[in-house]
């Protein structure tokens, strides 16, 4: 009986495995931990340079994946609208960086062992919008930046889990400036560092 239950057991668990092995496509959404780069500027008309680190919070993505399945690899593209944030003490006062922007990875898997695999591969970013609570920040030095995406990951059955880190590589900056004279201006670094929890659907 309770080999007959095992082998039971081992079947669904292989079955499973299975559903989600092949070529295909789904959907995707989670949670992030974000942290942009230094924020730099000065405070009226002091000239006093400051440098500020930020302080990560948590954001979300949802998006869309295809898959490619080869025997030990797999090519995973992705589409993903991000939004992230972090936090800077500007001028005595704590003010959120909110970037939202377009992700495109591009992902090499390796397939380990059963439904354990690892992945990287470069992702394309391009921003839609930025703001630094009340400041005034302009468009980003560029739209388009390149960040690393890599991590680890379980699937079963048409279920996906992985936890993933993403870094910008791309120097990429905005300028910012307060409303009136004793207001702090500047430039703010907006390459993030992440990391990123993910559940995917296969359809």
Excluded: C
Excluded at 164 to 192: K, L
Aim: no cysteine.
């Amino acid at each position: 009986m309770k080999k007959t239950l095992l082998v039971a057991v081992l079947t669904l668990v292989g079955s499973a495995v299975f559903a989600q092995s092949g070529s295909g496509f789904g959907i995707k959404a989670g949670l992030s931990y974000n942290k942009n780069g230094d924020l730099i500027g000065s405070v009226g008309d002091a000239g006093q340079n400051i440098v500020e680190g930020a302080e990560g919070k948590a954001g979300y993505h949802v998006g869309f994946w295809g898959k490619l399945d080869f025997p030990k690899i797999y090519l995973r593209p992705e589409l993903v609208y991000s939004k992230t944030k972090s936090t800077y003490d500007v001028n005595g006062e704590s003010s959120d960086y909110d970037i939202s922007k377009l992700d495109l990875p591009v992902l090499l898997g390796y397939k380990l062992i059963g439904p354990l695999h690892i992945f990287a591969g470069p992702a394309f970013q391009y921003t839609l919008k930025n703001d630094l609570g009340d400041l005034e920040v302009e468009d980003v030095e560029s739209d388009f930046t390149v960040g690393l995406n890599a991590g680890v990951g379980v699937n079963l059955g048409k279920i996906g889990v992985d936890v993933r880190y993403e870094r910008g590589f791309s120097e990429n900056e905005a300028n910012f400036i307060g409303n009136n004279i004793t207001d702090i201006s500047g430039r703010v670094d907006s390459r993030p560092s992440q990391i990123i929890f993910a559940l995917s659907v296969k359809l």
